[in-house]
Every structure is written in C-alpha cells, then in structure tokens.
C-alpha cells in the first residue's frame, strides 16, 4: 500500500519561508517522479515543481522559480519543497505525489493528504 505523508505546512507572514516534506512508503521510491501540486481555495489544483528519479532535473512552474527548490533524498524515501519569499498567492493547499514518468501537469499516480499552507499578508 503505497502512502505519501506530507509535513511542514503552517501559517507564514509574507517573505517568509516553509520546508514541506513527503515520506513515502509501499514504492521503490527511486524509480518515481516526485512532484508538488497546489490547490489555492476556490481554485484547480495546478502544477509546482516536480523531480526526476535521481534527483538530477527539477521543473518548476513560472511562478515559483526563484523561490522555490524541490530536492529528495532517496536513502530516507522523502522529497521536500523548500518556499522562499512567500507571497499571499501561495496560500494553498500542497499535495505530495508520485508518478512513473513525466515532469510537467498534475496526472499522477499517488497522492498525499496534503498539507495547508496559509501566507498572510
């Protein structure tokens, strides 16, 4: 049974920064595309960033870049998602989630609960 747990969500004043992490279970996580989703209020869930299997290349979507890092470790099965200079727009809520291939979009395999992320202004 494959299970995505995500932490690190919160209430952050704008500018500030949170560290998300995902520890995955019940999947050879190295053989997974890990990625970020978002879904603010009222809104689609829409792509953030996503990693390849070893780590080497990373997507992000336009917004983001810059701010945001997405990095794993696949000796401790976690991805994490690194949110610099958070603004009022990035308040959502951030899904973990796996996939065998394929970088960009929101079709995935596996998800997470989610985890709230709230930026004040």
């Known amino acids: 049974q494959v299970q995505l747990v995500e932490s690190g969500g919160g209430l952050v004043q704008a500018g500030g920064s949170l560290r998300l992490s995902c520890a995955a279970s019940?999947?050879?996580?190295?053989?997974?595309?890990m990625g970020w989703i978002r879904q603010p209020p009222g809104k689609e869930r829409e792509f953030v960033a996503t990693?390849?299997?070893?780590?080497?290349?990373?997507y992000y979507v336009d917004s983001v870049k810059g701010r945001f890092t997405i990095s794993r470790d696949n000796a401790k099965n976690t991805v994490y998602l690194q949110m610099n200079s958070l603004k009022p727009e990035d308040t959502a809520v951030y899904y973990c989630?796996?996939?065998?291939?394929?970088?960009?979009?929101?079709?995935?395999?596996?998800w997470g609960q989610g985890t709230q992320v709230t930026v004040a202004s």
């Open positions: 989630a796996a996939r065998r291939t394929g970088f960009v979009g929101t079709q995935f395999d596996y």
């Open positions: 990693i390849s299997w070893s780590g080497s290349s990373t």
């Open positions: 019940g999947l050879t996580f190295s053989t997974y595309v």
